[in-house]
C-alpha cells in the first residue's frame, strides 16, 4: 500500500486542517480525538509517512521510533493516566479497524475501560 499524502493526518501534520494539540515535539504530534470514546482519547502520530506500526518499525529511524514513545509516555505523564490506567490502541488494516491509513496510537482514560474484545 502506498502512502497517502493527502490523509486526514498528514493534512494535520502540514497545519491545513485544525486540531487540539496536547503536545508537539520534533517527533510526534498529540491532539484529542474529535471523537472521543473515553473522558480522554488522544491520539498520537508520528512525524513522517507511516500507514501502520508494521510500516513504522520496518522505515523510521531508531531515533524516531525513541521520540514517539517518549511523546506517548509524556501524553500520559501529562493526563496524570499512570495512577489509574489507561489503554493504548493502533489499528492495523481491514481486520483491525484501521480508518485513517497514517500510523497512530488511541490513547484512552479517564474511566474504567472494560473489556477490550467481546467473548467468543
Given at each position: ?10 493534512r494535520?501534520?502540514r497545519k491545513e486542517i485544525?486540531?487540539n494539540v ?8 498529540a491532539f484529542?480525538?474529535?471523537n ?10 508520528p512525524?513522517?509517512e507511516f500507514i501502520s506500526f508494521y510500516d513504522?518499525?520496518e522505515?523510521?529511524?531508531p531515533g524516531?521510533?525513541?521520540?514517539f514513545s517518549k ?11 499512570q495512577e ?18 497514517h ?5 484512552f482514560g479517564?474511566r474504567l475501560l ?7
Open positions: 500500500m502506498e502512502y497517502d499524502k493527502n490523509n486526514i493526518f498528514a494535520i501534520l485544525p486540531a496536547v503536545y508537539e515535539d520534533d517527533y510526534a504530534l484529542h480525538d474529535v472521543p470514546k473515553a473522558p480522554i482519547h488522544i491520539l498520537v502520530i512525524k513522517g513504522f518499525m522505515t523510521a529511524s524516531l521510533v525513541v521520540g511523546a506517548i509516555h509524556h501524553v500520559l505523564h501529562a493526563f496524570d493516566l489509574m490506567g489507561f489503554r493504548l490502541l493502533s489499528n492495523y488494516g481491514v481486520h483491525g479497524g484501521q480508518e485513517v491509513p500510523y497512530h496510537v488511541h490513547i479517564g472494560g473489556r477490550m474484545l467481546p467473548e467468543g
